[in-house]
């Protein structure tokens, strides 16, 4: 089964920048789409990011519209979601998962990394 590790968390000024990569490992992604969940005490934002990795095609929540990109290395089995102009709001745990294709639920989570946005 696929295995996911994230990285690329930590503290961070507000309006700068952090790349969060996700590796994958252990089976083939060519069917799932791969999203960032961030998860913070009180708040439920979903989905912020996600790409599918065969057509590579991307989903932007609109808070992070304009602020946040997602790409992904089928050579490497890495996804990455690239922040920008980072906001305190912005803090949580990430968490990279991924979706079957036409599946509702993400139903492999890495382990999450945490990121500390401060004003």
């Known amino acids: 089964q696929v295995q996911l590790v994230e990285s690329g968390g930590g503290p961070v000024q507000a309006g700068g920048s952090l790349r969060l990569p996700c590796s994958a490992s252990?089976?083939?992604?060519?069917?799932?789409?791969m999203g960032w969940i961030p998860q913070a005490p009180g708040k439920d934002r979903g989905v912020v990011a996600a790409?599918?990795?065969?057509?590579?095609?991307?989903y932007l929540a609109d808070s992070v519209k304009g602020r946040f990109t997602v790409s992904r290395d089928d050579v490497r089995k890495m996804g990455y979601l690239q922040m920008y102009s980072v906001k305190p709001e912005d803090t949580a745990v990430y968490y990279c998962?991924?979706?079957?294709?036409?599946?509702?639920?993400?139903?492999?989570w890495g382990q999450g990394t945490q990121v500390t946005v401060s004003s």
């Open positions: 998962a991924l979706k079957f294709r036409g599946a509702n639920e993400y139903t492999r």
């Open positions: 252990g089976g083939a992604l060519t069917n799932y789409a």
């Open positions: 790409i599918t990795w065969s057509e590579g095609r991307t």
